[in-house]
């Protein structure tokens, strides 16, 4: 196995995307990855990719990749994970460089959730992304899944919904500030706790918006990593970790298993723990999700979630950042793209150059799970001066 | 990079399964595949999965393996790369083991299509599956486009239906015999000649029928595999190659570029020539396919490829028998299982157990072509031997 470094990593704006197709979005993405090179890469120089893609509406998804980019002289290999789709074809990536298989490789994620061909849609993927038999007649669709979990958990801890709170006006504040963001405003505790109902605990504000987007990153080997750059983010450690999918089957809805498996694999191969990392991009995709999700990585004792949001221990300047770019929540949520941004969030923390700058971070971590709350990936990374 | 070998491969019989459920098929492929472990192989040695599955039309696909099958603890990646999905989920499976991150690898490969869910088909999918702005409206689905490239090779090389027929005759021969197989019957050059017009040049006989079923194999490292069998067959090249995605943008049709990428790619790979393979499962989804097939994976001359089949070279017997299951065209087709169930055929014909055995087959092939004709997956295959 071979160090794997990332050597660039970009991303198109999210939003409501109307005036551009999928294919504007890819190859916008897949530019602003190039141009993040330091020494620049010639395209010829990328050996394989990876395309993380929840629901095509457009062409097959490995081949827009390589028909938009003009990648058509190596493998493309589409990897579907739900909402943990980006992290995990970071590590179908890895192995390849790692593997010393290919020695760049390319990472591009992308769903187009707000437009819809004739044919397919996000949203038939989302009626079918769960049991089909048991849960989704009874309405567990993905904000009554993961509501199930934070209730179960605010139960249990005495957290309440001003703790969920919390995380969203935090979240806010970070992406109203990145021009990458979605939704670039800030929000006040009271428009959280007074927005309209969606699921218990869930109003409006806890809930992630419907985003289109896309982001990439390129991997290389140690090899090769002096050609792109003097500062290169490493890629330490990655995991997936699954979980059964229907809720009756889950054996503790106030944790997330598949989180803890997949942070167990990182960590292990890191070589590193949960105190080691500096700032993290967590998977917000409702506002209690990213509390439990403290205790998920490690961040902090069971139970102690709520006491991290009250010290703003996650806020910029307190002791481990959650969500600089402003998560998911504020940034936005193109689920194949969600995992590889959050990366690039990353890659530009580690070498000194985000928007919201947490100071001298050597070590970092990028967060998803999805699914019906039954797979995660998470990838963690080392600044150039590891 | 350390040797990888295949140490099982399994699948269920293909055919319009409406009695099994999709976690039926695969739990089904799971058992087989590993029942055909020599020595046997405890389910926790597994220590990842990949998923190749085209649709889903129940729970989410990499949680639907790992949920049906109890592979809780491990990660499971789902691979989608339309018809060439099998193959693409092996080249990454063969990543992660080769490239020394697990020394256990599973593969399931299967797709539904003749059964449905309410929100999501196999056949939404079909119709997204190429350019949705030029070539769909055209009626460039499946048959359609391969037609295009089969109708202009006819038309350089003076090939004729007759050619076209004997495919068919040869691989539902050799499909009558497999007890895998979907269709279970011969077929005259009569009966595909007089069969009703599909798409000129392809009556019905001409076409794969529409088939469900699952297939599985699993890889291991050098290191270990002493402990599952003393018949390794290793897999020695993996290739995946891409084409432009609209057929206006196709140079030559009398040819499929993607397929002669897959197999520059997998040849380079495993050090050997078209010339060594001994026996081949070739991607004939139409007939014409896989004569064409043979001149782009090198097994004859530009233009020679109907005198192969004059010659009966490609039966069980000749030169360079290929598709002695069936073929998709007999075996059947559904999409995420076909390159997986190649794998299992040649493993049969590698280790000198098939029931249409090739003697003393040593090197073998598996090649798949799908999406708009626009990508391409090939693997190679040692036998113990080796």
Known sequence: MRDVAMVGAGMIPFGELFDQSIKDMVSGAFAATLASVDKGMPVGDIQAAWFGEVQ???GFPAGLLADTCGLLDIPVTRVENACATGNDAIRNALYAVGGGYVDVALVVGT??????????TFWDWMSTNRDMAWDLPLGLISPASFALHVARYMHEFGATREHLARVVVKNHRNGARNPYAHLRFEVSMEQVLNAPPVVEPFGLLDCVPQSDGAAGVLLVSRDVVDRYTDKPVWVRGVGTGMDRIMHAHKTDLSSFAATRKAAKQAFAMAGIGPQDIDVAEVHDCFSGVEMMT???????????APRLLEKEETSI????????????????HPPGATGVAQCTELFEQLRGDAVNQVDGARWALAHNVGGPTAVSAITILEGPRG
């Open 111 to 120: 769903d187009k959730v707000r437009d819809t061909s004739a044919a397919s």
């Open 294 to 304: 403290y205790e998920d990585l490690g961040f902090c004792d069971r139970g102690e």
């Open 317 to 332: 300047g307190g002791r481990i950042p959650v969500n600089p770019s402003g998560g998911l929540k504020s940034k936005g």
């Open 56 to 58: 095509s509406v457009d």
